[in-house]
């Protein structure tokens, strides 16, 4: 099918932005508030948001964690207490200075994170080695004053989970670190169909007051990168600014070794800049808020609705089903839910009926199959399956043919600009060399790849001796 049906959604290549504006907004994800750089999530999209987010809550709470909430204020000399920590967040920081008419005799930071409140917690509750792991997780929203924004990628105020532990020893802290990592990973990849790398965040990139930093990187459509996932090795540093110490099993005061690791909104800017295309969303199967919408054809002919909404009875209980029985013509549905990403759509009309059978139409690739009722539930299953999996190969097949190596500083603005996507090259560890690209490319370290690889024994910026490859790339 062409792509006349869609003159509302502007061509991915024409003007890759605004397609993803007209996307977020015409298949009803979001709308924009009356606050500069804030969103109002949609029910379509919040129900996206809640799958996701039920998949990683049981995910996080099988590994063994516990939900929690903290407050959503911050007193300004709490804040204080980690130095690093509030030098990295300060240019981002929300504060509240009245209550009312009266002016506050102490400012109150909106949360940009919650380090600070675990740590204070952590300090009361914390005493013997036998309180230890606390694996604490949180829900909330938090709030960074960014300068640009744009739905999901980036907002002033989002939603994510932020998991915030306590451990005996430094190894039992790394081990947390990359096991969390771990889930993020899997998640993106089994359940959003969206490939990622992962590694560690060099020096220059990593959290503001972490020990190190890991990451997942995945790539967009246009070639850009977008960090999905952060997991973070913070040491004791945050133990030491709060004093959060216990009696080891000799009897010993030691400070705790900490983690914290987060997952936000923006995965969904990045579901859809993965999978996206000219007719709007197209949203993985495991994701969907709805994986199969039905549409009756013909419904004024007796016994077509009656036959449309028996099907979703009979199939409710294995899939995700809506259905559309609404006066607008099928075309408009076709329309409609092609834009919405919605993985299968299913027609039935009086001749489908008769033959024992309906159309199946996949969002993918647009292919449709006639499947008798006999195997129904079977087939549909087969196809999601297809569907989930095809998202991700395809994904993954675009990543590695954007993917380029580069041995000197001239090819990697040449492959940089006519492969737009990841570049893969030696850094020699200075960050003099990491902020020269940044600022003759705009391209940024995305991370140290755990899968070692030595692509050149040079750095691709100075020529010096180098040890790392880095994925590189400008990202969002």
Not at 182 to 194: F, G, K, Q
Request: hydrophobic residues 35%; aromatic residues 10%.
């Amino acid at each position: 099918m062409g792509k006349e049906f869609v003159k509302s959604i502007t061509g991915m290549d024409e003007d890759f932005a605004q397609w993803y504006t007209d996307v977020v907004t015409k298949a009803e994800l979001i709308d924009y508030s009356s606050v500069r750089g804030s969103m109002i999530i949609r029910p379509y999209g919040y129900a996206l948001w809640e799958n996701i987010k039920d998949e990683l809550d049981n995910r996080i709470k099988e590994t063994g964690h516990e939900n929690v909430y903290m407050p959503l204020f911050i007193p300004e000399s709490l804040l204080q207490r980690e130095k690093d920590h509030i030098e990295g967040f300060a240019p981002e920081v929300a504060w509240v200075t009245h209550g009312g008419d009266e002016e506050l005799q102490e400012r109150l930071c909106v949360r940009p994170t919650s380090e600070v409140l675990f740590g204070e917690h952590y300090k009361n509750i914390i005493h013997s080695y036998r309180d230890l792991p606390k694996l604490y997780n949180q829900w909330a929203n938090v709030v960074r004053w960014e300068k640009t924004t744009r739905p999901f990628l980036r907002t002033l105020e989002f939603l994510w989970q932020e998991g915030h532990t306590c451990h005996e020893t430094d190894e039992e802290a790394h081990e947390e670190t990359v096991k969390m990592l771990d889930v993020y990973a899997e998640l993106c990849e089994n359940i959003l169909a969206i490939p990622v790398i992962k590694g560690q965040k060099t020096e220059k990139e990593k959290f503001a007051g972490a020990k190190y930093t890991y990451t997942i990187e995945s790539l967009m459509h246009d070639g850009k990168a977008l960090q999905s996932g952060t997991s973070h090795h913070l040491g004791d540093g945050f133990a030491k600014a709060f004093g959060i110490q216990f009696s080891d099993r000799e009897g010993n005061l030691q400070y705790v070794q900490q983690t914290s690791w987060g997952f936000t909104t923006r995965i969904i800017g990045a579901m859809i800049m993965v999978h996206g295309d000219d007719r709007g969303l197209v949203i993985p199967p495991k994701a969907a808020p709805t994986q199969l919408m039905i549409v009756p054809i013909a419904q004024h002919k007796e016994g077509v609705l009656d036959f449309a909404y028996g099907l979703k009875d009979r199939l409710a209980g294995s899939f995700r089903v809506g259905i559309d029985a609404s006066d607008k013509k099928p075309g408009w549905k076709f329309n409609e839910y092609e834009m919405k990403g919605i993985p299968l759509r299913l027609e039935a009309g009086p001749r489908d009926i008769e033959q024992n059978q309906v159309i199946i139409a996949r969002r993918d690739t647009g292919e449709k199959v006639t499947v008798s009722l006999d195997e129904l539930e079977s087939k549909i299953a087969k196809l999601l399956d297809e569907v989930q999996n095809n998202l991700f190969y395809k994904a993954l097949k675009h990543r590695e043919e954007k993917t380029s190596v580069a041995l000197n500083f001239e090819e990697f603005s040449e492959k940089l600009n006519t492969n737009k996507g990841f570049i893969k090259a030696m850094w020699c560890g200075d960050q003099t060399c990491e902020d020269k690209i940044k600022e003759e490319t705009g391209a940024t370290s995305r991370c140290i790849p755990f899968e070692e690889e030595k692509v050149a024994a040079e750095c691709v910026c100075c020529g010096k001796e180098a040890e790392q490859l880095i994925y590189w790339a400008r990202a969002y």
